[in-house]
């Protein structure tokens, strides 16, 4: 892990599990447990599931101009996010093309929480806060731990007053078993799940308590790499490997539009001003590809960068593939032509361990009225 300079207090539990721990964003990350990764997907959809994301990065704005510098990086109005709400948002260049995504909090009037990938968010928070009366803090000490499914709720109401009436995208500060945290009401599986902010200090606590008492509620420890199974069934992409930094065009610089990735909704209604706001709005019309789903007639999952055809002719590529044990379905997000991304298009898939019949199908193929994730009481 040559590229590792952050590290995770849970480092010795996930080699305990078997990983190797590889590397991610700079920090050594449980890609993988030695187990049958399709239980863990099994658990988060049915049970929970628990995971150490603390590769996400994590950094405070602190400061009157904290919301100016937000309003101009991100495609969300931030006069509409209150204490205690937060809101997905799309991080764009001069050129309209998404850089980044992630999710800002709301934690104060003056203070907030940006949370994002592998991407250039920092920098870009950096860039834009020089000068002005912002604080900006890169908190690695803030771990990250997701608690995932339909029953974490359950396990969590015993310790937390208040967690089921804490709605879809919004936080509260709390303690749990004794340690302060942040609980946020968002997580990366389509499920209704919750992510607890913690202190390095208090994170092997933490995950220990939930390991150890949830096991006889069949919540389990899951790598990182599960991600990718509940992220193809439920629309959530994961930069930049659905992006053209992973499959790029001839000729052009890496870099996609928001009308092509189908993050176009992250534009608040009537939102100008921020950075690639015009060439945003240019840029609609212009698609290069769409990202779609596929349904593939296999008894398991392609493969990433699989090529897709039709017709005899190369339309895209299988950006994250996926096959659930629950459903016996082999699915995949894919950058296809826009004229192949219509439901019911037929396809093929040729790849080194699947060659088989394929059938474009709309995202997310898990609840996609989104139900589960938004669910009260």
Not at 66 to 87: E, F, Q
Not at 275 to 287: F, I, T
Request: hydrophobic residues 40%; glycine residues 10%.
């Amino acid at each position: 892990m040559t590229l590792s300079w952050r590290f995770s207090a849970l480092a010795d539990r996930h080699r305990a599990l078997g990983s190797k721990l590889e590397d991610w964003s700079g920090m050594g990350t449980a890609w993988t447990y030695d187990k049958d990764m399709s239980e863990e997907h099994v658990a988060i959809r049915t049970k929970a599931g628990i995971m150490d994301v603390s590769g996400l990065k994590k950094v405070h704005l602190v400061g009157p101009h904290a919301i100016a510098v937000l309003d101009y990086i991100t495609t969300r109005d931030m006069t509409k996010i209150y204490p205690g709400r937060s809101v997905y948002a799309a991080m764009l260049n001069d050129r309209g093309h998404f850089t980044e995504d992630c999710i800002v909090y709301r934690t104060g009037p003056n203070s907030w929480m940006l949370v994002h990938g592998s991407g250039s968010g920092h920098e870009e928070i950096v860039k834009q806060a020089a000068g002005r009366n912002c604080a900006v803090l890169f908190d690695d000490d803030l771990h990250d731990l997701s608690l995932q499914g339909p029953i974490a709720v359950d396990y969590l109401a015993k310790y937390v007053p208040g967690i089921r009436d804490l709605k879809y995208f919004h936080h509260m500060q709390t303690t749990l078993f004794g340690a302060p945290v942040m609980i946020s009401r968002t997580g990366y599986t389509g499920e209704r799940g919750y992510e607890i902010f913690v202190r390095g200090q208090d994170a092997v606590m933490v995950w220990d308590r939930i390991v150890a008492e949830g096991e006889d509620m069949g919540i389990i420890p899951c790598c990182f790499s599960v991600l990718d199974m509940l992220r193809v069934e439920s629309y959530l992409l994961f930069y930049p490997y659905d992006n053209s930094q992973m499959y790029p065009f001839a000729d052009q610089p890496p870099g996609d539009s928001l009308w092509e990735l189908g993050l176009d909704f992250t534009v608040s209604p009537g939102k100008t001003g921020f950075r690639g706001a015009e060439e945003h709005a240019r840029l609609k019309g212009k698609e290069r590809f769409k990202i779609f789903g596929m349904l593939i007639d296999a008894d398991g999952p392609a493969d990433l960068g699989d090529e897709v055809f039709a017709d005899g002719k190369k339309v895209g590529v299988i950006t994250c593939p996926s096959y659930s044990a629950l459903t016996g379905k082999s699915m995949a997000i894919a950058r296809l032509d826009v004229d192949k991304a219509v439901q019911g298009t037929k396809l093929e898939v040729r790849g080194k361990n699947v060659k088989a019949d394929a059938t474009a199908h709309t995202l997310p193929f898990d609840d996609p009225e989104k139900k589960k994730r938004t669910a009260v009481g």
